[in-house]
């Protein structure tokens, strides 16, 4: 089992920047890793992504030393497990509004005793087998991959601080758009209830030691949220190359 390298950066109170993969392409999650971005967001919800292509994003990340991790489209041991066995480094669960829901991630992905994961040894994530005993392979597995669930509903805010605590979490994600929604307001992420409900979250997440990892929407937003303490910054990939190759159609029509 790989060392998790986005893992051991949060854990040392570094700051880690990853971006989310809108664009479901190897050679664009290369370069990302290239460039130096800590982890790739690999979006099996809403982005499209299957298991064939996920194994070949994640090989990709692998290879420049990111950190894979698949939000997944459901909290269910089985869809969890197929993205693991790919190699996910971690995995995004989203819409957890519970205890009980955040306890449940974390079973699906770490094996007995921490878990309930199935095994197969001979997987791609277990090195089909080859460098060594389950016994060795497991707990490795259990301390490396990680569990990152998405708060994102108003109704995680009357349970919130319990669920903050549940043991075996890695981060939290803040999702502002279903966080909006769910209060009855679609888009602008600025407005003031938006707004109250993710310092909430954040503040919560912060006053148990949990790194809390957002998106920042540009440069100004990133600096913003480091200022107020947030350890884990996602860009969209799909914004920088659509606003990149506007800005250059435009310089070039001038």
């Known amino acids: 089992m790989r060392t998790n390298t986005l893992k051991a950066k949060l854990e040392a109170g570094h700051r880690a920047v990853g971006v ?14 290239h460039l130096g971005y800590d982890f790739a967001f690999l979006d ?3 982005g499209g992504l299957g298991l064939e292509t996920a194994r070949e994003l994640i090989r990709a990340a692998e290879l420049t030393g990111m950190t894979p991790l698949v939000r997944v489209p459901r909290n269910d041991p089985a869809v969890i497990l197929d993205y693991l066995e790919m190699g996910a480094g971690g995995i995004i669960v989203p819409d957890v509004t519970s205890r009980a829901e955040a306890e449940a991630a974390v079973r699906a992905v770490k094996y ?20 060594g005993p389950a016994a060795t392979y497991v707990p490795r ?8 669930p998405i708060l994102e509903s108003q109704a995680v805010l009357p349970v919130l ?12 994600l803040i999702g502002p758009s279903d966080l909006g929604l769910s209060l ?55 914004s920088l190359v659509t606003g990149a190759a506007k800005t250059m159609l435009q310089s070039l029509r001038a």
């Open 161 to 172: 601080d319990d669920v903050v605590r549940t043991p075996g979490v890695d981060a939290f």
């Open 112 to 131: 007995p005793p921490e878990g309930s994961r199935g095994a197969m040894f001979a997987s791609r994530a277990a090195f089909y087998g080859i460098p």
């Open 44 to 46: 099996a919800q809403h």
């Open 20 to 33: 989310l993969v809108t664009l479901n392409n190897p050679e664009l999650v290369e370069i990302f890793g």
């Open 184 to 238: 009855g307001i679609p888009g602008g992420w600025s407005e003031p209830p938006i707004q109250a409900a993710v310092d909430r979250i954040h503040e919560a997440i912060q006053a148990v030691g949990r790194p809390t990892m957002i998106v920042a929407r540009d440069a100004d937003d990133g600096r913003r949220l480091v200022a107020l303490g947030y350890r884990a910054l996602i860009v969209v990939a799909g």
């Open 141 to 148: 597995a259990n301390l490396e991959t990680m569990v990152l």
